[in-house]
């Protein structure tokens, strides 16, 4: 500041003036003084770079500001440099045709892919993230994984070299600027960087030794341009603890003592549980180096299983491929200790100070239960498929462990019943039955048709393949029936029973089995898990009862599931979004918990068309037949729906979705068109989409056809029975292309019911109508007398209410009779009026209008 304008203090004035003023100079140092720089630029030397360096400093200070994006998770600041990196990278081609791609770019772009692909496998994480950088990590990953394509081979040489440490150990090294992996590239990035970011003496002296030391060591490495492998800072080596001192006896007292104090760790803050299973499997190794016996290995081989699952402390949380392995590689080795070894007993009922470890004449005791460790192990099989997305090969993968699972149960089974108690081989049978009755035995189904292999070989493979599911499902079931004692395992047997049942088309032994049951009066009272079994055997029976021919038994057991408009939800394939006070986190949790897995899912799509095809077949003809009732009931409200959305639309074309094309189809039935109708259920888009997807599919499509034949020709003659005096029906036998008994059949049926008002003339064949159903106007008027009657009911129930008299309306008896008898008059007098009676039904007119005056007058 100028002394000129100071006004503050004396104090600052004298420092104002003290720093305005002039320094003298030495006398022949003015030339000199001319040609050096500023005060700021004194101790700087000024570096001519080539284009190289400029380059590689810019791609430098991007990928630095993309590794402190990535500490800090902000990955719209990532995806933002990353663009930015690329074109520098463009703008650098032909520095980088000549000298090569640097390796701390290859190094950037391997360690941002691992990075994205772990943070797009953290499902908490993500949810977690604002919109903006869940959208950004989505974008950078798509662009990363296909800008890395052109330097694979790159990525794969310098993943072989440098060894796979954790993604943020190497973020954290990276970035301090403490590993060195290009000596060439290091050294020219360095070297800009020392002759720029100078500020003081003593950052410059500190960056210089710093600096000088970083090019000793680079001078001191050998092999220009190649990887090196690196070390992140100060490697801490940790010695594994030694299991027992040296010299010390090895017996199984100090196994179990050595096993306790493991053992006295898990569970604990800070203990580090793959250590753990390492430290049993080394124990486990040691036992068997020494002798010790079976009973030691079998207790150490309980633990390590245990610790296995153990490893995710979160429920939730499903086991990580390795893990799942090596649990799978425990229980087989069990399963072989115990099989060799018949003297062995275990059991959760043995207590620790009563166990025999050791080798003697009596048999070994081991306290555990081998059947938890395999239930639970089937747990984590389900939530393993439950967390893998369905629409990878992962999920593949994943699903051809469910034949080892299935294997373990099978050897678990065959060892507890000779050695387990009834409940336990109850448990274990109906794990056995939850693997099997879902899956539809194609090998049995072609033997039930008779059909056989094309090849000896595959023929040979049925014949020397053991029982059909039915058979194993049959066996399981009814001992489960005959000795379990709790409900909830006998409950399960016999939903699972008839799934089966229902899934090969054995209609009668399902329905039987499940009226015989009676679990659709208490299901209610089940668990969540039993109640989402019970919604897939009522689907599964409704569809297998459709697959029959039998449409209203098809429509009743589907009616539950598909009216309440949660189909997805009640059969566990998948939660609707509701708003948080209906469901709050925990809630959601624990409803993902119980979903079934996708092989396991029932078609959704398939599901509806079965529902709204057995609607259609219902509802049309009854709607012919009650077109005129006031009080018509609604057999499907979902179908009714369904119509309602195809009617308000303003321009109709050709049906696209499944719903499209069952309405379409249930216009077409309305007007008797049969062959319309039948284009619009069976075509090629609806084959592929439902029909195709049936085990006798051919078989399922006549069916459909002879019911669409049936259904059409009742709808026909409901609706235009008014129109004939009579009709042959071999007539009706070539409109609807059915067989001259089923026509008669069918006409039968409806004159018994007393639904067509007709006769049927042998000699000629034909179909005499009586003409009795009343016209449009006659059932007008019908309505109208009926509307009339309980508008008068509810009048003298309000009347009877104000004046306090009960009972009144009851002993009312003349006045209804009256009133009654006029309503009838003035129905018969739409008869009369046929006959030009007009006199006559003006009468019945006035006398019903002067009933209703009075009762009006009475009331008010």
Not at 3 to 10: N, V, W, Y
Not at 519 to 535: E, F, G, K, R, S
Not at 630 to 654: D, N, T
Request: hydrophobic share 35%; proline share 3%.
């Amino acid at each position: 500041m100028s002394r000129f304008f100071a006004t503050g203090s004396d104090s600052e004035s004298e420092e104002s003036s003290s720093a305005d003023e002039i320094t003298p100079k030495a006398p022949g140092t003015t030339f000199k003084q001319s040609l050096l720089l500023s005060d700021d630029e004194e101790d700087t030397k000024r570096v001519v770079r080539s284009a190289k360096d400029k380059r590689f400093e810019e791609l430098t200070n991007l990928i630095k500001t993309i590794r402190n994006a990535m500490k800090i998770r902000d990955m719209a600041k990532c995806l933002e440099e990353f663009e930015l990196l690329c074109r520098a990278f463009l703008k650098s081609k032909n520095i980088v045709d000549k000298e090569g791609v640097p390796s701390f770019y290859i190094r950037l772009l391997a360690d941002l892919e691992d990075y994205l692909n772990q943070l797009w496998e953290d499902k908490e994480g993500k949810k977690k993230m604002n919109k903006n950088n869940a959208k950004a990590l989505s974008t950078l990953r798509q662009k990363i994984r296909k800008y890395n394509r052109d330097y694979e081979t790159e990525i794969a040489a310098y993943k072989e070299v440098i060894p796979a440490v954790t993604v943020s150990q190497d973020w954290a090294a990276s970035c301090c600027g403490c590993v060195k992996v290009d000596m060439d590239d290091q050294a020219v990035t360095q070297e800009g960087e020392k002759g720029e970011k100078k500020v003081g003496k003593r950052k410059k002296l500190k960056k210089k030794e710093r600096m000088e030391e970083d090019i000793e060591e680079e001078g001191g490495e050998e092999g220009e341009g190649a990887w090196e492998k690196v070390k992140g800072g100060v490697p801490l080596v940790k010695e594994k603890p030694k299991m027992f001192a040296k010299g010390t006896e090895i017996n199984v007292p100090v196994v179990v003592k050595k096993l306790n104090e493991i053992l006295q760790a898990r569970g604990k803050k800070g203990t580090d549980r793959a250590a753990q299973i390492e430290l049993l499997h080394a124990l486990a190794a040691i036992a068997a180096e020494n002798n010790l016996g079976q009973g030691i290995l079998v207790k150490i081989k309980f633990n390590i299983i245990a610790s296995l699952y153990d490893y995710n402390p979160n429920l939730a949380a499903f086991m990580k491929p390795d893990m799942w392995k090596k649990c799978l590689d425990c229980i087989d080795e069990l399963l072989d200790i115990l099989f060799e070894h018949n003297d062995i007993f275990i059991g959760e009922n043995i207590a620790e100070d009563s166990e025999n470890l050791n080798i003697s004449e009596q048999p070994f005791r081991v306290r555990g239960c081998v059947l938890t460790l395999v239930e639970r192990m089937d747990e984590e099989f389900t939530k393993i498929m439950q967390n893998t997305d369905p629409h990878s090969q992962e999920y593949v993968d994943n699903l051809k462990d469910e034949g080892r699972v299935c294997c373990i149960v099978d050897r678990l089974l065959n060892y507890l019943e000779n050695k387990g108690s009834t409940e336990e081989i109850c448990r274990v049978y109906l794990r056995r039955i939850m693997h099997t009755y879902y899956k539809f035995d194609y090998k049995a189904h072609r033997r039930s048709l008779g059909l056989q292999g094309e090849s000896k070989s595959e023929q040979d493979q049925e014949e020397s393949e053991g029982e059909d599911s039915a058979v194993i499902m049959d066996r399981l079931c009814k001992f489960i029936y005959a000795k379990d004692r709790t409900d909830r395992i006998r409950t399960c047997a016999i939903l699972c029973h008839i799934y089966h049942h229902a899934l090969h088309s054995r209609w009668y032994q399902a329905r039987d089995l499940m009226l015989m049951s009676h679990l659709q009066d208490n299901i209610q009272h089940a668990d969540p898990p039993v109640q989402i079994l019970y919604n897939r055997t009522m689907v599964q029976l409704g569809i297998c009862a459709f697959r029959q021919g039998m449409i209203k038994d098809a429509h009743n057991a589907l009616l539950d599931i598909q009216s309440s408009g949660r189909a997805k939800e009640l059969l566990g394939q998948g939660l609707l979004m509701r708003n948080m006070q209906e469901r709050n986190a925990e809630q959601e949790k624990i409803e993902k918990r119980r979903q079934v897995p996708f092989h396991m899912h029932i078609n959704l799509e398939l599901l509806e068309c079965v529902y709204l095809v057995s609607a259609m077949l219902l509802e049309i003809p009854y709607m012919a037949a009650h077109e005129f009732d006031a009080r018509r009931r609604m057999i499907s409200k979902q179908f009714h729906h369904q119509l309602r959305v195809g009617e308000r639309q303003p321009l109709l074309g050709p049906p696209e979705s499944m719903r499209e094309h069952v309405v379409a189809a249930s216009k077409a039935m309305k007007m008797g068109d049969w062959r319309t109708c039948h284009s619009f259920i069976i075509n090629e888009k609806m084959n592929s989409k439902v029909w195709d997807l049936f085990p006798e599919t051919q078989r399922v499509r006549e069916m459909l056809v002879r019911k669409i034949q049936e259904e059409s020709l009742r709808t026909y003659l409901f609706t235009y029975s008014s129109v004939y005096d009579s009709i042959s029906m071999e007539t009706l036998s070539e409109m609807f292309q059915l067989e001259i008994p089923t026509v008669h059949s069918i006409i039968s049926k409806m004159i018994i019911n007393e639904e067509l008002m007709a006769s049927l003339d042998q000699p000629t064949q034909t179909v005499v109508m009586h003409r009795t159903e009343p016209t449009s106007l006659q059932n007008m008027a019908l309505q109208l007398a009926e509307k009339l009657g309980s508008l008068v009911e509810n009048n003298e129930r309000v009347f009877d209410l104000k004046q306090g008299v009960y009972g009144g309306y009851f002993n009312r008896g003349e006045f209804r009779q009256q009133f009654f008898q006029s309503c009838h008059l003035w129905m018969l007098s739409f008869i009369i009026k046929e006959n030009n009676s007009f006199a006559v039904w003006l009468g019945c007119v006035r006398q019903t209008c002067q009933v209703l005056l009075a009762s009006k007058i009475n009331n008010y």
